[in-house]
């Protein structure tokens, strides 16, 4: 069973469109993280979020935390090239185990 | 050097081989992590090490063993593997084992075994 599902799995947009990933859950998580994966590379922490309702930005991104901590988004604006990678979701649960998500593949074309 | 290194980037092996991967971290980190990245799978825990003892292993074959000789270094000794261990193995470490502050990754090791 997993846990942590996004959605969409693949993403494919032109250049300046807007985007939102989601990730949901049945449980209840005390912090979520978003990462980026560049092919090649390993996944790079974007933001983690800790209170329920939160809204963090970051340039062009914006991360909300669900108000019951079960889920996320991340909304892009105006996306680039430079946007495109593989969005992972992580959500910590009260045991210290980071649990991933299934992943959204992003490509943004010029 | 600063960040996660695995070394190497790219390994094939045999199935009769052994190999092993390395990771190397020099944040000051006291947990370190090994993860399997298959295609169409999530990212899938293998082993936690903090303050160099082994605190998790997520039901991995005993053909994967993993060795913490101290906070900075990790390493994933490989023997007698299979098609299907075919993956990017990734390092990871944190500053602490409850994950709050996130991960730093390396940028892995692409394994494939023939």
């Known amino acids: 069973t997993q846990l942590l599902e996004q959605s969409p799995q693949f993403l494919s947009i032109q250049e300046g469109e807007n985007l939102t990933v989601y990730c949901n859950s049945s449980s209840v998580f005390s912090s979520l993280q978003w990462y980026r994966q560049e092919p090649g590379e390993g996944p790079v922490l974007l933001v983690t979020?800790?209170?329920?309702?939160e809204v963090k930005k970051l340039k062009r991104l914006t991360f909300q935390f669900g108000d019951a901590r079960k889920d996320s988004s991340l909304h892009i604006t105006a996306a680039q090239p430079g946007d495109t990678g593989l969005y992972l979701c992580a959500g910590v649960r009260n045991t210290d185990k980071l649990i991933f998500g299934t992943g959204t593949r992003l490509q943004v074309f010029p | 050097e600063t960040g996660v290194t695995q070394t190497p980037r790219h390994l094939v092996m045999g199935m009769t081989n052994k190999k092993s991967l390395k990771c190397e971290q020099h944040?000051?980190?006291?947990?370190m992590y090994w993860y399997k990245q298959s295609a169409k799978k999530p990212l899938e825990l293998m082993f936690v090490?903090?303050?160099?003892?082994?605190?998790e292993n997520n039901s991995v074959p005993s053909r994967f063993s993993p060795e913490c000789p101290n906070s900075s270094h990790l390493f994933l000794h490989l023997h007698t593997l299979q098609p299907e261990d075919s993956a990017l193995y990734l390092c990871?470490?944190?500053?602490?084992?409850?994950?709050?502050?996130?991960?730093?990754f390396g940028s892995g090791t692409r394994l494939t075994v023939v």
């Open positions: 090490y903090n303050f160099k003892e082994q605190t």
């Open positions: 944040l000051g980190h006291n947990a």
């Open positions: 990871a470490s944190s500053q602490d084992p409850t994950q709050s502050y996130g991960y730093t």
């Open positions: 979020v800790v209170t329920g309702g």
